[in-house]
């Protein structure tokens, strides 16, 4: 098989490259019947361009021309994820824990799609994690801290059959795992994902995320997606790798 992705400019991450959730989760729709999916990002993802898929021993890598020079952005395999022994805090609890956090000129990537608080509402997936708090007796449920925020989908994130679509879900487990992990400035190397159940876009989405450590620059992360009823959606493992500064935007 060989194909195009296009990651269009309204779904970065970075200041001038796709945001790695949504574009994992896009590229991951090439992997049909596979349980679950892992991505490694090797190179900033280019955006409004169509880029190459190729498929490979192991599933496909999806490559670009970077200043002449043939390039592997990302590669994407099926894996196999087990269940995390994660519960949700509540969507009340998620709400509270939101509420703290920071502000445009403290966000390190203020127009992120994921998490930047610069993206107007229907515009952004606005996800404002930060840390569960215990006001009022709401307690966190697992045994670590987890950072933690609500979602409330819009109705152009759904497909055809009014359910959140997959990119989506993969982009909301993507960056809640770095406010988890705390230690900017910080790029995704590699997400695996699985979806258990994509719910309908009207319905609000618990979404927490918790670190699992780190070895030298590389820090790792899980985050997982739930109902407000508490049902498990969808889950994410996840390495950062720990940069010395993000790019400027440039100048359009």
Request: charged share 20%.
């Amino acid at each position: 098989m060989t194909n195009t992705l296009l990651i269009a400019r309204r779904f970065n991450g970075p200041n001038n490259s796709g945001n790695g959730g949504y574009s994992a989760g896009l590229g991951a729709q090439l992997l049909p019947g596979a349980d679950a999916v892992e991505a490694t990002l090797r190179a900033p993802i280019p955006l409004d361009r169509a880029l190459d898929v190729q498929t490979t021993d192991s599933g496909i890598d999806i490559t670009a021309d970077v200043d002449g020079v043939p390039t592997l952005i990302m590669a994407l395999r099926p894996t196999q994820l087990a269940t995390p022994d994660v519960e949700s805090p509540g969507l009340e609890a998620a709400s509270v824990a939101a509420a703290t956090f920071r502000d445009i000129n403290d966000h390190v990537l203020p127009h992120c799609f994921v998490c930047g608080p610069a993206r107007a509402e229907g515009d952004g997936l606005r996800i404002f994690s930060d840390w569960l708090k215990d006001p009022a007796g709401i307690e966190n449920p697992n045994a670590f801290p987890v950072v933690a925020a609500p979602w409330r989908p819009t109705p152009d994130l759904a497909d055809a059959a009014g359910n959140i679509a997959p990119e989506f879900m993969w982009a909301a487990l993507d960056c809640p795992g770095a406010f988890a992990i705390n230690a900017e400035p910080i790029l995704l190397g590699r997400m695996s994902a699985r979806i258990l159940r994509r719910p309908r876009v009207d319905q609000p989405v618990v979404v927490i995320a918790w670190a699992k450590g780190r070895d030298r620059r590389k820090h790792f992360a899980g985050s997982a997606l739930f109902t407000p009823e508490g049902d498990l959606l969808a889950f994410s493992e996840q390495t950062w790798i720990q940069i010395d500064a993000h790019a400027p935007p440039k100048e359009l």
